[in-house]
């Protein structure tokens, strides 16, 4: 009888297990549809206005914005912002790993830590699993702060398939980094014939908009370390310069399921008139983002252009589900280009030449529903254009897939496409 009492409150904490863990597989994504879809010019007032509402963001006037392809040039640009740093140092990332770049990272750090600068880091408890406290032992002993996010506690059961996505780094309050790129060797060198250098972009900010960056970063350093990041030295007064318009969207899941990230999509994406340019590592769209690339091709004639990893992916069950979505988009329009020379990993989107999005996010439902995320939106024809340039150079490095090769998949490729589609949400 005496058994009763243990047996009850285990089987009760199975069940809640497996409820919770069949919640993160297979809840149906929100059906994302705009009340009015009839589209505003998107350098209007009124539109920039009701994006900043909608994503909960402000508009900056003076951000300046600088493209950094590929690893050895955006790590350069990171490590001399790193060390000439004279106040703080902000670093969140859901990979940080052990290598000759992340070596380089916490040398620099340490030092400007033993410099008197406040040193904080947030690092994501999944994603940087293998990297230990002790890998940061000179950086702590030096004064530096370093946390994670969300790490492996009874408390936070229900919270696990939550991790902060972000790839952020603030200096002084006056420099900001984002992107989709972590700190680790896959993004700096080869790390085997088989495994080529990364293709990735990370972006250089300064300006107002920085400061949505640090108050992004204080969010999840409130959360993982009990700090709340204030006062004037944190968020220092910007002189009036002039420069691109440009939202920092800072997106975290909400019980409903919605976020700031996947609304800042979605509106740009109805918006779209002439164009709509995406690069992502991981394309598995819900049925609200086909449908609206499908209505812009449609109704309003939009040419749309997506670029997607090939043979080189660090995913593979992500690419078969991501194939298996590939024909309604092709049968409307879409051209998809598979690119060939390594996994490519930059997360950018531009619309009609005009508006820019660039940061973490990816196309899938972790991005839009589960992770925290930060992107930068913008409206600068120039900077459209750069991005634009590596777009192109990056189709040209790719295999386009047609719609009849599409429909010619091996039954095997099919297969495998639906063993990948139970695991789709948690890719």
Avoid at 292 to 305: F, P
Wanted: glycine share 8%; aromatic share 10%.
């Amino acid at each position: 009888m005496v058994s009763c009492y243990f047996v009850v409150p285990g089987l009760l904490g199975i069940a809640f297990l497996l409820i919770v863990i069949f919640d993160a597989f297979f809840e149906p994504s929100l059906d994302y549809r705009i009340a009015d879809p009839q589209p505003l010019p998107l350098d209007s007032e009124e539109f920039i206005r009701i994006l900043g509402v909608v994503s909960d963001s402000e508009a900056h006037r003076d951000t300046r914005v600088d493209v950094l392809t590929n690893g050895p040039e955006f790590y350069a640009a990171e490590l001399d912002a790193i060390r000439s740093a004279r106040h703080f140092i902000c670093l969140e990332a859901y990979i940080f790993q052990q290598g000759v770049i992340g070596t380089q990272f916490n040398e620099a750090l340490t030092e400007r830590a033993r410099a008197g600068v406040e040193v904080r880091i947030v690092l994501d408890a999944i994603g940087s699993f293998n990297t230990w406290r002790s890998t940061f032992r000179d950086l702590i002993a030096a004064g530096g702060e370093v946390q994670w996010y969300v790490p492996l506690r009874w408390y936070s059961l229900t919270r696990l398939n939550n991790r902060t996505h972000r790839e952020l780094l603030v200096i002084d309050g006056e420099v900001g980094f984002l992107g989709g790129a972590g700190i680790a060797d896959q993004w700096f060198k080869a790390t085997g014939k088989k495994h080529p250098r990364w293709r990735d972009s990370m972006f250089r900010v300064q300006g107002r908009a920085v400061a949505g960056m640090l108050s992004t970063f204080a969010e999840n350093w409130l959360e993982s370390s009990g700090e709340l990041l204030a006062g004037s030295r944190y968020f220092p007064e910007c002189p009036d310069r002039a420069g691109m318009t440009a939202l920092v969207v800072n997106s975290t899941p909400s019980n409903g399921r919605g976020t700031r990230a996947r609304m800042l999509y979605q509106m740009l994406m109805s918006a779209a008139c002439r164009s709509i340019h995406i690069t992502t590592p991981y394309f598995l769209p819900d049925a609200g983002v086909r449908r609206e690339l499908v209505r812009a091709m449609r109704e309003r004639g939009v040419s749309v252009k997506i670029i997607v990893p090939g043979t080189h992916n660090d995913h593979l069950l992500t690419r078969r589900s991501s194939r298996r979505l590939y024909g309604e988009l092709l049968r409307n329009g879409a051209q998809i280009f598979e690119y060939q020379p390594s996994m490519i990993h930059a997360k950018t989107m531009v619309v009609d030449g005009q508006w820019s999005v660039v940061g973490s996010t990816n196309f899938d439902h972790r991005s839009f529903g589960i992770n925290d995320e930060v992107n930068l939106a913008a409206l600068d024809e120039t900077l459209a254009a750069r991005i634009d340039a590596d777009f192109h150079l990056d189709t040209a490095a790719s295999h386009r897939v047609t719609y009849d090769e599409w429909s010619s998949r091996s039954p095997i490729e099919r297969f495998n496409e639906w063993v990948g589609w139970i695991l789709e949400r948690q890719e």
